[in-house]
């Protein structure tokens, strides 16, 4: 009786996934503990948020692929009649309108793009799969164009820019020619100074922060600056759990969310970075490996879109706090702190096991 009981709830959860997804989790709440100054709340807090992105994962891993098709339009449309909603009715917070009330809480519309454009560019490229043409192509950009274009609104940079990747990843992975992606490269390149102009004053000096962040080193460049610092003091083995300095002495900006890489660099060094980038690495290759198995175009284009976009998550993230990237607000995947982002990827990785766990069970 207990055995079939366990095995109702393990049937769908791939092993090595899982088994590395809770050795990210186990060094989130390591490094959260000590970049919260021993914060015993902020940590009773993220496991709330783990149990909570958890239990979707698992919800997620058992829901048949072929059900997630039929559900990627309405989500698609729900997501951007959201969207909608925030851009009328929003709150403003810090000049940022992101969030709608919804009767007793608060949603961010936008964090369902992320799983819910990748879903129906995949449904409607699997539905279309024998006739694709240019012009289905087209009609991809524009159903990634549209939410893109509310969430630049609010405006949310590093939100668009993971919803922007998780489609165009579908688009390519769909077999987009590399000659429309050369000539789009083209024409982004020489659109560069009229993108320049439409950007708010924050973000080009984000930019410029980037490329020399000592111009403003109290302003601007204060966060990138603080972050390589802590990074370059970790040396190859890092100054030891609960012994980084930057975060310890509150040098360190955003400590628990955007720059724990920088925490967790500054305590474990280089070392510790390589098994982390290791741990990264696990989750990317099962994830193409589960894409490249799968059995319909449906699954292979969205395992690959959540995979990649995994992917972005983290490459993003290290490449703004080692300050080779523009500062914009990514969280290191499974490693930050904070309640959306983690049901967001977890749902992703839910979404993976499924895709593995059905197909192999058809096949038996």
Do not use: C
């Not at 995979?307 to 500062?327: E, H, K, Q, R």
């Not at 990827?345 to 038996?364: A, D, N, P």
């Amino acid at each position: 009786m207990i055995n079939k009981f366990f095995g109702f709830f393990v049937r769908h959860i791939d092993p090595f996934l899982i088994t590395v997804v809770a050795l990210l989790l186990s060094i989130g709440m390591v490094v959260l503990y000590s970049a919260s100054g021993q914060n015993f709340s902020r940590v009773g807090g993220q496991l709330v948020n783990m149990g909570v992105a958890v239990t979707v994962m698992w919800v997620a891993a058992n829901i048949p692929p072929q059900h997630m098709a039929r559900l990627a339009l309405p989500v698609y449309v729900v997501g951007v009649a959201l969207l909608v909603g925030v851009a009328l009715f929003g709150e403003v917070s810090n000049g940022a309108r992101r969030w709608l009330h919804i009767g007793v809480t608060r949603i961010q519309p936008s964090e369902i793009m992320k799983i819910g454009v990748p879903l129906t560019l995949a449904w409607y490229f699997d539905r279309y799969e024998a006739i694709l043409k240019l012009k289905d192509f087209a009609i991809g950009a524009i159903v990634l164009a549209i939410p893109v274009a509310f969430i630049v609104k609010q405006p949310d940079l590093g939100t668009a820019l993971l919803v922007t990747s998780a489609g165009f990843f579908v688009i390519f992975l769909a077999g987009l020619s590399w000659k429309i992606l050369i000539g789009i490269g083209a024409i982004v390149l020489a659109s560069l100074p009229v993108l320049w102009g439409m950007m708010h004053d924050y973000q080009r000096q984000r930019v410029l922060t980037m490329l020399d962040p000592s111009q403003d080193p109290l302003g601007s460049g204060y966060h990138t600056i603080q972050s390589t610092i802590a990074m370059g003091s970790g040396g190859l083995f890092g100054k030891g759990w609960l012994n980084g300095t930057q975060a310890r002495l509150d040098f360190l900006p955003e400590r628990t969310t955007d720059f724990v890489f920088a925490v967790y660099s500054e305590e474990f060094g280089l070392f510790g970075n390589i098994i982390l980038i290791i741990l990264f690495v696990l989750v990317i290759g099962r994830g193409l490996y589960i894409a490249a198995n799968a059995s319909v175009l449906f699954s292979r284009l969205l395992a690959g879109a959540v995979t990649l976009t995994f992917f972005t998550y983290a490459f993003v993230n290290m490449g703004m706090v080692s300050g080779v990237l523009p500062v914009v607000g990514v969280p290191l995947p499974l490693i930050s702190y904070g309640g959306t982002s983690l049901v967001t990827l977890l749902f992703g990785i839910g979404i993976l096991m499924s895709i593995h766990t059905h197909k192999r069970l058809v096949k038996g």
